[in-house]
């Protein structure tokens, strides 16, 4: 299976910072990443898909870059309802695999 | 507007079964593969399954693959999650998402059902 790794795993920041989540595939998964961020007690919601498209809804301060094996997340300027928990997940494979979140806090 | 909603979870003793359900609306149903993906207590989410559109195709992770089956009614709109030889680590909210066709991504997602392996 493909192990999807983020990091870091936790980061403080406050509101109008600009933050960047790293996820890294164990494989090259061309584009196939996507991101989530899920706010407690909530369900997961989709930000990014094909590593770089931007979900119809979604604050255009978020973006995402990257292809093959290493992606980025990032939030251009921090709101107070982003701080929450982000995932990324490949696609490449049918057996699609989560990394294992970056918690955001507020510093 | 697409709905999922998932149902059957509750509390199981360890090496009991469980089947779930989660129930489609709002959208081709037939047209797409569906996923479960859970999350433990306080942990990160976790992909569990995955079912082609037409039932043709199943994967499964390592942690519970030969326990766990999945299966899909098309005509009901409905697809199941058949959860066999259940351990405590299993315990967890199970949700069901719908996969998109071009990406691959959950774009839609269940609210949960959760499952309590305990004795």
């Known amino acids: 299976d493909i192990q999807m790794t983020q990091f870091p795993s936790s980061l403080s920041a406050s509101v109008g910072d600009r933050v960047t989540i790293t996820c890294r595939a164990s494989?090259?998964?061309?584009?196939?990443l996507n991101w989530y961020q899920q706010t407690p007690g909530r369900k997961p919601k989709l930000l990014i898909y094909a590593a770089s498209s931007l979900q119809s809804g979604v604050p255009s301060r978020f973006s995402g870059t990257g292809s093959g094996s290493d992606f980025t997340l990032t939030i251009s300027s921090l709101q107070p309802e982003d701080f929450a928990t982000y995932y990324c997940?490949?696609?490449?494979?049918?057996?699609?695999?989560f990394g294992q979140g970056t918690k955001l806090e507020i510093k | 507007e697409v709905q999922l909603l998932e149902s059957g979870g509750g509390l199981v003793q360890p090496g009991g079964s469980l089947r779930l359900s989660c129930a489609a609306a709002?959208?081709?149903?037939?047209?797409?593969?569906m996923t479960w993906v859970r999350q433990a207590p306080g942990k990160g989410l976790e992909w569990v399954s995955t079912?082609?559109?037409?039932?043709?195709?199943?994967f499964y992770a390592d942690s519970v693959r030969g326990r766990f089956a999945t299966s899909r009614d098309n005509s009901k709109n409905t697809v199941y999650l058949q959860m066999n030889s259940l351990r405590a680590d299993d315990t967890a909210l199970y949700y069901c998402?719908?996969?998109?066709?071009?990406?691959?991504?959950?774009?839609?997602w269940g609210q949960g059902t959760l499952v309590t392996v305990s004795s």
């Open positions: 079912i082609s559109g037409s039932a043709g195709s199943t």
């Open positions: 709002g959208f081709s149903f037939n047209s797409y593969a």
């Open positions: 998402a719908r996969v998109s066709a071009v990406a691959g991504d959950f774009a839609s």
């Open positions: 997940q490949q696609s490449h494979s049918p057996q699609y695999t």
């Open positions: 494989q090259n998964i061309r584009n196939s």
